[in-house]
């Protein structure tokens, strides 16, 4: 059975990894460049300040312990699993479409930018998509943008990208409920 799901997903990989073009090479490889997304991040910073006052201070520095360990964690899974990333596959790496020859490390499971971007982005939807009307649509649209990127630029199957952002939202829920229980005690505590 686990076989199974190995060839879909490389199949799959492959279809994916197929699609590419001069054009989305070079989208593709900004749109996964965790630098080119500092302007958004700071409009993100911005909204919470503005909406949240004081206790953005606490917001940030959930963000803060939730990007970190979303991201241990997806190292830590990458070790232990060992699964080569496409790229690097033996069976499959002549096929890779990669771009400008990045590949990353030699394991691919799973995908710290799908887990990162989606716990932000469930972390941040409880706290601002009353803010603004399209908000849910556009963070999540980005998150999954940013996981896709990964599966084109050749370095991760599409599983890892599936199981890092179910780890990703799960995080983002989690730390966004955390979020209501400090801020419940921090209201009975002034109260």
């Known amino acids: 059975m686990l076989e199974i ?14 699609l590419h073009n001069s054009f989305f090479d070079f989208v593709m490889y900004w ?7 500092i302007p958004l991040y700071a409009w993100f910073i911005y909204l919470i300040i503005k909406k949240y006052k004081k206790q ?6 959930l963000v803060a312990i939730m990007i970190t360990l979303s991201d241990q964690v997806t190292v830590f899974f990458k070790n232990y699993f060992e699964r080569p990333r496409p790229c690097h596959d033996e069976h499959i790496g002549h096929l890779v479409h990669t771009v400008k020859n990045a590949c990353g490390g030699p394991y691919g499971f799973m995908s710290g930018h799908a887990s990162n971007s989606f716990a932000l982005a469930f972390f941040l939807i ?8 399209f908000f849910t649509v556009f ?46 005690a921090i209201y009975r505590v002034r109260k």
């Open 139 to 184: 963070i999540i649209f980005w998150a999954a943008t940013v996981a896709y990127s990964r599966v084109y630029l050749g370095v991760h199957y599409p599983a890892d990208i599936f199981c890092g952002g179910l780890f990703g939202m799960l995080l983002g829920f989690l730390f966004s409920k955390l979020l209501l229980i400090f801020q419940d």
């Open 31 to 37: 749109v996964s460049n965790k630098y080119i997304w």
């Open 126 to 133: 409880p706290l601002l998509r009353d803010k603004f009307l």
């Open 5 to 18: 799901l190995q060839n879909i997903d490389q199949e799959l990989f492959l279809f994916l990894n197929g």
């Open 56 to 61: 953005s201070i606490l917001i940030l520095i």
